[in-house]
């Protein structure tokens, strides 16, 4: 199948290697992968912060650039949950129609990378090796935004030598919430000290989540801290086989 | 009301502190915030209680295999009526002055206070005991009744505390949630007589609470309530509560005077079913709540109130219906659900909100009922994590609600010059042009990488200037790729169009 990448403008700049570990996996399954080099930001920074007239073009922007991809896929469930949840909302309030039915068409079309593997193409399975101990934190937007269910779940469940440990509390926020961590910046990292403290219980050396954005903030305390936890996302769990280890 | 914002827990719990910031703007949220986050008695107490009530109330929800259809239903009423307010009210008004009660209308809280004292002060007595209302405490009701001389007993044994402590609310259902039980002991004893001997037992405080209130309730001519729902087909009000002392107001006092916020009319008494299920399930978890009480207008002599009043408020209400997304706000059956739930309000406590309405739907009920020029750092206390919404029994969509109640803070500040030249949105301005660019991506993505050169240590930024040094002060920040996703991508179609070069997967 020809699938095209929305990578999401934070992970292209800060996260090329869960870029380079989607196409890894999708093609490793046989998919075509194409990256449309126009694409840039869903704009979910702006709308969320209220700098809604500023999301408007972003919005245009993505539907000029993803509108003829027949599946467009995302390592980014807050991405994606922004596509679902507002994309009609914002098309609906332009009063724009041609938008709006555009919107209509793409959304069934954009998928979260988890639940294309798991709901769309029924693989549980891809083939992944890695042999770690590490506990997944469901992110907010793809448990309650985008329900992604336990498709994440499954995938870890398939993947060789890996030594998945629950995560206590696990489906509280990190504290991450976009601008939130810097507007409120003390009640964002005592929400992250909270998360920091489960993750460092469990004993896991990786952290795994299905959107880079709130692993940032988990990693950047993490990291400060040397707790010597490393945050990854589910993508570079999967793209890692026994012969080459991660990509 | 205090002069200065406060700086300490006590000033920031104090009553002095207006219960609705309506004439100037709220103390910002993150310093508020900033100064219950500290308090470490806060913390433990607000982490133990909201753990558990979550855990119930997950478990009194699972019980009821029609959960969604009931919240589906809840939703549905509420919107329906409030887009028949004013049919409905009207309809009540009949009803409750047909049952013999008087219907007063209040536009403000000012009108709405103005209304009960007169109506106090008629009946020649010093005293009125209260049974726990949201929006008697929204009016400042007890501050305006001491100012004529009369003094409000409230009955509900956390009411109590907090009222006994000289303090402000900071949970919907459980105005004293941030104290613990060695606090409230110590609080009896120095408040109550003959607590000498005083335990931190639940029950040896509620007997404390008890014996002191008793004499209350038979001497008080007057009783005052809020109300949960007002039935306009019967002109009907409902209370539900948890310790009797509602029960205690609502029938041996000989003049009742309730207070309901125009959202709370509900068409018909068979709506009550579906809210009577939800109710209790989400704000204290019980599949039922242990007294319901629904009266009709007066009572015969000897039998409850013989005068009735029902004070109908707008006070922003309707300011808020005039917003057509915004006004699912006032669904709300103040649950406190969302309040449980929400990671914000477990760690800042109820204070923090500088409103009697704290939480996800303070956040987005308070800027609503005082414009966004007062109330404007609370759409931005959250971390749109979604716990409220999926716990609301009458799906109010608050992360939705609250950007858009951000759209509505940045419109406001965009009025004002130094609010179009503040650093945010300009930084916003610069990178909605870079986004709608792929060039400027580009170009934008290789100037952070330049940029950052000085900046890394250890793989990782370790400062930011300005409001962004809010991240950095526990969190390392990770920079610009080396090669960004695009340049690999690049790269990788350059290699495998070319013979010559080895090819990169």
Not at chain 1, 44 to 51: E, F, V
Not at chain 2, 177 to 200: G, P, V
Not at chain 2, 343 to 361: C, D, K, M, Q
Not at chain 2, 450 to 473: C, D, F, V, Y
Request: aromatic residues 6%.
């Amino acid at each position: 199948m020809r699938m095209s990448l929305f990578l999401t403008c934070f992970n292209d700049t800060l996260f090329p290697s869960t870029g380079r570990a989607v196409v890894a996996v999708l093609e490793r399954l046989g998919h075509r992968v194409e990256f449309l080099m126009d694409q840039t930001c869903c704009g979910q920074m702006h709308y969320n912060t209220g700098y809604q007239p500023e999301a408007l073009p972003l919005v245009r922007h993505f539907v000029r650039v993803f509108g003829d991809s027949e599946i467009i896929v995302s390592p980014s469930a807050s991405c994606v949950g922004m596509v679902h949840d507002f994309y009609p909302k914002i098309a609906a309030e332009s009063g724009d129609e041609g938008l709006q039915r555009a919107i209509a068409d793409l959304i069934p079309r954009v998928f979260e990378l988890t639940t294309l593997l798991v709901n769309k193409l029924g693989v549980e399975d891809v083939g992944a090796y890695f042999p770690h101990r590490a506990t997944y934190h469901p992110t907010c937007h793809s448990l309650r935004a985008l329900r992604v269910g336990d498709a994440p779940m499954r995938l870890l469940r398939k993947v060789r030598g890996l030594d998945l440990v629950d995560l206590p509390s696990a489906d509280e926020c990190c504290g991450f919430g976009g601008t939130f961590s810097v507007k409120n910046a003390d009640t964002s990292i005592a929400m992250l000290s909270d998360k920091n403290r489960c993750i460092l219980d469990t004993g896991a050396e990786y952290c795994v989540a299905v959107d880079n954005s709130c692993l940032m903030h988990i990693g950047g305390g993490l990291h400060r801290q040397r707790a010597g936890v490393e945050p990854i996302h589910l993508a570079e769990v999967l793209a890692a086989t026994e012969e080459g280890g991660r990509p | 009301m205090s002069r200065h914002a406060p700086t300490t827990r006590a000033e920031l719990m104090s009553r002095d502190v207006a219960p609705l910031p309506t004439n100037a703007p709220a103390q910002p949220f993150p310093e508020a915030a900033r100064i219950s986050l500290a308090d470490v008695q806060l913390r433990r107490n607000m982490g133990k209680v909201t753990t558990t009530i979550r855990a119930k109330r997950a478990k009194a929800v699972a019980e009821m295999p029609d959960w969604e259809a009931l919240r589906e239903a809840g939703r549905a009423i509420k919107d329906r009526t409030l887009r028949h307010l004013d049919h409905y009210l009207i309809q009540l008004e009949q009803a409750v002055t047909r049952a013999g009660g008087k219907v007063h209308w209040a536009a403000d809280a000012a009108e709405a206070n103005r209304i009960i004292a007169g109506l106090v002060q008629s009946h020649q007595t010093k005293e009125v005991v209260k049974i726990k209302s949201l929006t008697t405490d929204e009016l400042g009701l007890n501050e305006a009744l001491r100012e004529i001389g009369v003094e409000a007993f409230e009955t509900d044994l956390a009411e109590l505390i907090i009222q006994l402590a000289g303090e402000r609310s900071s949970h919907i259902l459980v105005p004293a949630i941030h104290k613990n039980r060695a606090e409230i002991r110590a609080l009896f004893r120095r408040r109550l007589a003959d607590t000498e001997n005083l335990t931190d037992e639940p029950k040896a405080l509620a007997a404390a609470a008890r014996a002191h209130l008793r004499k209350k309730f038979l001497s008080a001519k007057v009783a005052i309530s809020g109300a949960n729902f007002g039935v306009a087909e019967t002109g009907s009000i409902c209370i539900v509560e948890s310790e009797g002392n509602g029960r205690m107001c609502l029938t041996l006092p000989r003049v009742l005077i309730s207070v309901m916020g125009i959202e709370k009319v509900i068409p018909s008494w068979r709506d009550l079913e579906v809210y009577l299920q939800l109710l209790p399930r989400s704000s204290t978890a019980e599949r039922m709540n242990p007294y319901t009480s629904i009266w009709t207008g007066a009572s015969a002599p000897g039998d409850g109130p013989e005068e009735f009043h029902l004070v109908l408020l707008d006070n922003g209400r309707t300011k808020v219906l005039a917003d057509s997304f915004g006004r699912q706000a006032l669904q709300c059956i103040r649950c406190s659900a969302c309040l449980n739930v929400c990671p914000v309000y477990e760690r800042t406590g109820g204070h923090a909100y500088n409103s009697v309405y704290p939480g996800p739907i303070g956040a987005i009920l308070t800027p609503q009922l005082v414009g966004v020029h007062n109330a404007g750092s609370l759409p931005y206390a959250s971390s749109l994590c979604g716990a409220c919404y999926d716990a609301c029994p009458v799906k109010i969509n608050i992360p939705q609600v609250l950007v858009h109640l951000r759209g509505k803070v940045v419109e406001h500040k965009r009025e004002s010059l130094s609010g179009r030249l503040a650093p945010e949105a300009l930084a916003m301005k610069t990178l909605g042009k870079v986004f709608t660019s792929p060039k400027r991506f580009e170009r934008f993505q290789k100037l952070g990488r330049l940029g950052q050169r000085l900046k890394i240590h250890n793989g990782m930024i370790e400062s930011l200037p300005g409001q962004l040094g809010g991240w950095t002060a526990v969190r390392d920040v990770y920079p610009v790729a080396p090669e960004t996703f695009r340049e690999w991508w690049l790269r990788r179609s350059e290699s495998k169009t070319s013979p010559n070069r080895e090819g990169q997967s």
